[in-house]
């Protein structure tokens, strides 16, 4: 009787496994998070701050340096109207505020991105994205304010205190008093139009909605009135109305903004 050949068994089929899905990550939601004791905060704070400082050191000493067709040029709204030095080195420090307030002006793109750059790591990536638009129409907003008081709240303020009077008082200023005067009302009027901003921000990260902004507006159009009266260096009525219009105009603008991104917006 022949022994039959003995066969290996069949291989074993084993059912591949599929790996492990890993686990969510928070660098997804946080890509440029960087973890860093209190110290190298604060330490990195006070590095971009002196880079700030510097940048608008470095901008209102070549300001300083041309500070004279600048001081001409704030002059133009004020046509007729004679300027006096009324005190030793009047002018001097004329020369400093008007240099200091151009280069802060000139430096502005460094100091945001300092400041970019130092919060920037902390945001979540859908924060990101409204980093970039945000800064945008800030700054395309602080101009607009500029122009808008240079060309509107200006001259307008300027003829009504000009006529007002002047059939009992001849118009002779203080250099000083004018330049404060536009120094300020230009940069308060550039700081007023950041309003839509700020509304759209609140929008978009979901904190208050269209609906109960304009349920509102009568608070915003009394604030606007009180930030007229303070914001404008000068008590004349013209200025006051114009800046208050304006603050009231860019708060329904920034209403509309914000329902149109929530009518933008996809359904979650």
């Known amino acids: 009787m022949s022994e039959r050949p003995l066969t290996p068994p069949p291989p074993l089929r084993i059912a591949a496994r599929k790996p492990p899905e890993p686990a969510p990550d928070e660098r997804e939601e946080f890509p440029a998070e960087v973890e860093m004791p209190l110290l190298d905060h604060l330490e990195e704070l006070r590095r971009r701050l002196l880079r700030s400082l510097l940048a608008v ?46 280069g802060l002006i000139l430096a502005l793109p460094v100091v945001i991105h300092e ?11 859908s924060e990101r994205r409204l980093v970039a638009p945000a800064v ?3 700054a395309l907003l602080f101009l607009t304010g500029l122009a808008f008081a240079w060309w509107a709240l200006i001259p307008a303020a300027l003829r009504f205190l000009v006529s007002y009077g ?36 609140l929008g978009m990260l979901g904190l208050v909605g269209s609906v109960t902004m304009l349920r509102s507006w ?26 208050t219009g304006a603050i009231a105009a860019l ?8 329902a149109l991104t929530e009518r933008l917006r996809p359904a979650s």
């Open 251 to 258: 708060f329904f603008s920034g209403v509309g903004l914000v």
């Open 57 to 102: 050191a470095v901008a209102a000493a070549a300001c300083l340096a041309l500070v004279r067709p600048l001081v001409r040029l704030l002059e133009v709204p004020a046509q007729g109207i004679h300027f006096l030095q009324l005190a030793p080195g009047e002018f001097l420090f004329v020369s400093f505020k008007v240099a200091a307030y151009s």
């Open 136 to 138: 945008a129409a800030s």
């Open 115 to 125: 400041g970019l750059g130092f919060v920037m790591p902390g945001l979540s990536r």
């Open 166 to 201: 002047a059939d009992v008082v001849e118009p002779l200023w203080s250099i000083e008093r004018y330049m404060d005067f536009v120094l300020l009302l230009m940069v308060a009027t550039g700081l007023a139009f950041q309003l839509p901003v700020l509304q759209w921000l």
């Open 218 to 243: 009568r608070w915003v159009v009394l604030l606007a009135a009180v930030a007229g009266a303070v914001l404008t260096p000068s008590t004349d009525p013209v200025t006051m109305l114009l800046l």
